[in-house]
């Protein structure tokens, strides 16, 4: 018996997320831990599960997330994208409402670079006059 698995990958800053979902009844976990031990803030852990929330898929799914890279709240961003697509996949009809909430696209701000000459990206160091 094999089980129907879809897959997803999301982005967020630095962050990057392979997402598996399949039918389940509704664990949650990633990088071998449950969402809200992971991402501690109530408010990200609400970021990540989003799609499912507007969905109303939260106990139809199990969630497998490995994520690399950026902060927690880059990796949640990038959790929340990887469901999205995942099921998006696995629901095509769920597309419209998805891309409605605005989640199936990759939010593109990224880190400024650090400019030579300069202690930052856009900070300069103290001009003297003499």
């Not at 997402?19 to 970021?47: D, H, K, Q």
């Not at 400019?115 to 160091?125: E, I, N, S, V």
């Amino acid at each position: 018996m094999s089980v129907e698995k879809f897959s997803g990958t999301g982005r967020r800053k630095e962050a990057v997320a392979r997402v598996r979902i399949f039918l389940g009844s509704g664990r949650r976990v990633v990088n071998s831990r449950s969402f809200e031990e992971y991402f501690r803030r109530p408010t990200l852990v609400a970021e990540a599960q989003q799609p499912m929330i507007v969905t109303e898929r939260l106990d139809k799914y199990d969630v497998l997330a490995r994520v690399d890279g950026g902060g927690l709240s880059g990796q949640a961003g990038a959790v929340s994208l990887g469901i999205a697509r995942a099921l998006k996949a696995a629901e095509p009809d769920l597309g419209r409402q998805l891309r409605k909430e605005g989640l199936l696209t990759r939010n593109p701000r990224m880190k400024e670079r650090k400019k030579y000459g300069q202690p930052g990206a856009r900070k300069r160091f103290q001009f003297s006059k003499r």
